[in-house]
Nanobody, 115 residues
């Protein structure tokens, strides 16, 4: 299993970014996918998750209405569209899946929200 995140960077408060996570090594369409984040000095937290086939999504209260998770099973990719970004959204963002009874993580992509 390989998960590779991309799309992070520096953005001003109120701005937008779209993160991507390219997956390989498993039948992507059959598995739920999640985005987590870890801010400096804080624990890793769940941001959003999306089910397989049907794509029901769930969000942390802190990002509801601002972030949207989606997936493209033809491209084996999960996305996180982030709007109205705030300084407190600054973190390393990771995608994750659970396959063969194990959690698999990407290496993360850094999002910095600052003026």
């Amino acid at each position: 299993v390989q998960l590779v995140e991309s799309g992070g960077g520096l953005v001003q408060p109120g701005g937008s970014l779209r993160l991507s996570c390219a997956a390989s090594g498993f039948t992507f369409s059959s598995y739920p996918m999640s985005w987590y984040r870890q801010a400096p000095g804080k624990e890793r937290e769940l941001v959003a998750s999306i089910a397989s086939a049907g794509g029901r999504a769930n969000y942390a209260d802190s990002v509801k209405g601002r972030f949207t998770i989606s997936r493209d099973d033809a491209k084996n990719t999960v996305y996180l569209e982030m709007n109205t970004l705030k300084p407190e959204d600054t973190a390393v963002y990771y995608c994750k899946t659970r396959y063969m009874f194990m959690d698999h993580w990407g290496k993360g992509t850094l999002v910095t929200v600052s003026s």
